[in-house]
């Protein structure tokens, strides 16, 4: 959803599986499969690329909705999204599905 000349809603389900550079390059070459699950170390490598974008697109007040796994350090995460002007993230929904346990985040953009 657009707000002006940037985002106003950001729905992300990252690919968050921690996978070795070799299946994450893979991914993002060949553009298979893998893509939708390989998230590089720790499976939080394309989140943080994405992160680092954010600030760039989002409006004053803009929301994000981002899906991670445990193994992804959530508080890392809350920690990189505040350095770019973010909110601190708060824990909106969980759930486990077999052996991942899944959490949705939501992070409202204050601005740079």
């Known amino acids: 959803q657009l707000c002006g000349d940037g985002l106003a809603v950001v729905i992300f389900n990252p690919p968050y599986v921690e996978t070795d550079e ?5 991914a993002r070459t060949e553009h298979g499969i893998e893509a939708s699950w390989a998230g590089g170390h ?10 680092e974008q954010l600030p760039h697109v989002m409006c004053t007040n803009g929301v994000v909705y981002l899906l991670l796994l445990q193994v992804n350090q959530p ?6 999204m505040m350095k770019r002007g973010f909110h601190r993230g708060e824990k909106i929904d ?6 991942e346990r899944l959490s949705v985040w939501k ?3 204050a601005g740079s």
Not at 42 to 51: A, D, L, N, P, R
Not at 94 to 99: D, R, V
């Open 42 to 51: 720790q499976g939080i490598q394309v989140t943080m690329e994405f992160i």
């Open 22 to 26: 070799d299946e994450l390059h893979k």
């Open 107 to 109: 992070y409202k953009f």
């Open 75 to 80: 508080e890392r995460i809350n920690q990189e």
């Open 94 to 99: 969980e759930m486990s599905t077999g052996i």
